[in-house]
């Protein structure tokens, strides 16, 4: 059995020799699809898809080919086989002369030609196997028998005199007395024809008959409807009501019997016309319905009452004399233009006035003339409404009582709201809230106190002096926090009498008024420190620790100082000991150079950068990759390391890694391959090869392949 891998053909010298023994031995060659086109058992029997090349030929170690390509000994063979080689021998030789005169070609079953039939050196079945009967000459027939005779699938049982009947139809004129209908007998499910004659006498029914192919009536009345010799019709007894005309229009059509007997199609319009051309005396119709009554054929007796309207009346033919006193009413005058008005003119005649415009007054001259005015001054009108002009009331306009004949406020408080009127400078009057009004006078006060708007009243600092201020009106709830100062206090003038007990905290002793010769060594405890010393101080800037900056420490209960580079020296020393979880864990480390700043950083993020080709980080932990161990079956991915399969009787597909690096090692290792199952491994990306192919494949039990990616997208099998 084969473990080597072998991408393309093998060289190979010296004979091969098939272990195992046994009947299953066998020699054989199969394509990449695992499709087999040669073998060889251990009985010797050798099979193939494709043709063989020999230089001689032996069947039980006896020749029956030559090298010169010559049958021999086939005699000698055992009865079958020799009879199986003459066969095919005579068959090829039939071949070369079929279908000549004296030895036709018989085929008592089917026959599948891939090139096609030729008959007479003519293509009569193509490669597809359509027959091309147009290709033949015109002396070459094909005779088919009537049974055998298919048209796409349906069989024809008609007869060639059958077909012959309906070949070429075209379109031509119908001669009913000479020429031949064709129709379906529905008895013999076939064609038939039958003399146009002998087609019109059986369409003819009760009140028709047959001529020569035509289909005439029979007699002049059909139950109830008769035609005279000059072919009018007529409707008799109780036919009459059933017949309905509704919607019967000038193009319907209807048949008369003509003198002969015929019946002939005409329309309503020409029988209208025929009928219209008979009209005569005051009034004619013509073709198509138009009546012209006569010249002068209207006379008074023909006139109905109220017959002449308006449009009769030809212009000035009604005069004075013709119309009755008070006859014309308000509908009888002539339409006026909206907004005119009749008067009489300077002539004494009736005019219309233009109508007026928007606001104008009518009003008459000393004539009595009447005009449309404009009011002006101090007013204007517009739609009857009369408005006064700003600024037009002057002072002399102003009744004395103006105000003092209005309602008074009574009790009432003044609104801020209320408004009052003013003289803003000189010729102007405005309006103005009493809000703003009385604003306008407290931002007048001053000194002291001041008022704002809305009438607020606030002290000015510093105006209250001792003489404004009572004996005794100052206690300690008028006093502010902070308030007294030294130099509000007299020497001695501040006694114990006036001062709180504990009411003087550190908080109230001025600077530099404890000096250090009042503390005590030792005094000041930690409780007497505040709470900002440390961090009430200006912050140190970024960077600026140095190693010879100081710290304040106590030093077993001492006080003493430590310098930044001893603290970080000493430090790491004291930490106590811990084993390292690797994969929670963090480390300390100098971000950028050796003066970098400290940052941290987990020991698995660490790890997992510092893994290169050949290895590969989990949890803070590296691993060799090329040690990896997988199963892999149909579908999966391969990785780096040692890839092994199953045991298998189908097919599996598989995919390298899609973006290795240079270095990783893949190893691919089959299983048991029975039933001519394969394992075929496909590259990983688009642009990768496997020593230049896309997919190699394993075949053989147990076969295996190493493949290293030695280049970008270049897999070598090793």
Request: charge should be negative.
């Amino acid at each position: 059995m084969a473990y080597k891998f072998q991408r393309n053909a093998a060289l190979l010298s010296g004979s091969i020799e098939l272990g195992g023994g046994g009947a299953e031995a066998e020699i054989s060659v199969a394509k990449q699809d695992g499709e087999k086109v040669f073998s060889a058992d251990a009985t010797g029997a050798v099979s193939g898809s494709g043709g063989g090349e020999f230089s001689s030929l032996k069947i039980d170690n006896v020749t029956v080919m030559t090298a010169a390509q010559q049958l021999s000994n086939v005699a000698s063979l055992d009865g079958t086989t020799e009879a199986t080689i003459e066969a095919a021998i005579d068959t090829l030789a039939n071949l070369a002369t079929a279908g000549q005169a004296g030895n036709e070609l018989a085929m008592p079953g089917n026959i599948d030609v891939a090139q096609g039939i030729k008959i007479a050196t003519s293509n009569f079945v193509d490669a597809s196997r359509n027959v091309l009967a147009n290709s033949l000459s015109s002396s070459t027939a094909i005779d088919v028998k009537e049974s055998n005779l298919r048209i796409s699938g349906v069989s024809v049982s008609a007869k060639a005199i059958d077909l012959n009947r309906i070949d070429g139809f075209g379109a031509a004129v119908y001669a009913e007395a000479a020429d031949d209908v064709v129709f379906y007998d529905a008895d013999t499910s076939t064609l038939k024809r039958e003399s146009g004659t002998d087609f019109a006498v059986r369409l003819a029914n009760s009140g028709l008959k047959a001529v020569s192919g035509r289909l005439l009536a029979a007699t002049s009345s059909f139950g109830g409807i008769s035609f005279d010799p000059g072919g009018l019709l007529g409707i008799t007894g109780s036919h009459v009501p059933n017949v309905d005309f509704t919607g019967f229009g000038n193009s319907e059509s209807f048949v008369r019997l003509q003198a002969d007997g015929t019946l002939v199609q005409d329309t309503m319009d020409e029988l209208r016309d025929e009928i219209f051309a008979d009209v005569s005396g005051d009034a004619t119709i013509a073709a198509g319905g138009v009546l012209t009554i006569a010249a002068g054929a209207v006379e008074n007796s023909m006139l109905a009452d109220d017959a002449v309207g308006a449009d009769e009346l030809a212009a000035n033919a009604v005069v004075e004399a013709s119309i009755v006193d008070n006859a014309v009413t308000l509908a009888k005058m002539a339409g006026l233009a909206r907004g005119k008005i009749i008067y009489g003119d300077a002539s004494g005649d009736p005019a219309a006035l233009a109508a007026g415009a928007n606001g104008k007054l009518l009003v008459a001259d000393a004539n009595g003339d009447l005009s449309w005015t404009t009011v002006s001054g101090d007013a204007t009108l517009s739609a009857g409404a009369l408005t006064i002009s700003a600024g037009a009331v002057e002072h002399g306009m102003l009744a004395e009582d103006i105000i003092s004949g209005q309602a008074a406020l009574g009790s009432a408080t003044v609104a801020q709201a209320d408004l009052l009127m003013l003289d803003d400078g000189p010729g102007t009057v405005k309006k103005v809230t009493f809000s703003n009004f009385e604003d306008s006078i407290f931002g007048n006060v001053s000194g002291d106190a001041t008022v704002a708007a809305g009438g607020a009243l606030t002290i000015a600092n510093n105006a209250v002096e001792n003489a404004m201020m009572a004996d005794d009106s100052v206690g300690a709830a008028e006093l502010i926090d902070d308030s007294v100062g030294a130099a509000a206090m007299a020497d001695d003038a501040v006694g114990t009498a006036v001062i709180v007990d504990d009411a003087v905290t550190s908080a109230k002793i001025a600077t530099g008024a404890v000096v250090a010769d009042g503390i005590a060594a030792d005094a000041v405890e930690s409780g007497a420190l505040n709470d900002n010393v440390i961090s009430g101080q200006t912050e140190l800037a970024a960077n600026g620790l140095a190693a010879g900056d100081e710290l304040m420490i106590s030093d077993g209960g001492t006080l003493k100082k430590i310098g930044v580079d001893n603290l970080f020296t000493d430090g790491p020393g004291l930490l106590s000991a811990a084993a390292v979880a690797v994969g929670a864990d963090h480390i300390m480390f100098l971000d950028g150079s050796a003066t970098g700043d400290a940052k941290i950083e987990s020991i698995t993020d660490l790890v997992a950068a510092m893994a290169g080709a050949g290895l590969s980080a989990a949890q803070g932990q590296l691993s060799v990759t090329g040690n990896n161990v997988a199963l892999k079956a149909d579908s999966a991915a391969l990785v780096e390391g040692y890839n092994y399969f199953a045991d298998a009787s189908s097919n599996a597909t598989v995919t390298l890694p899609a973006s290795p690096t240079i270095g990783d090692v893949v190893v691919a290792k089959a299983g048991n391959l029975t039933s001519g199952a394969v394992i075929n491994i496909n590259k990983g990306s688009g642009d990768h090869r496997i020593d230049g192919f896309e997919t190699i494949a394993l075949e053989s039990p147990f076969a295996a392949v190493t493949m290293v990616y030695v280049v970008a997208d270049h897999w070598k099998i090793i």
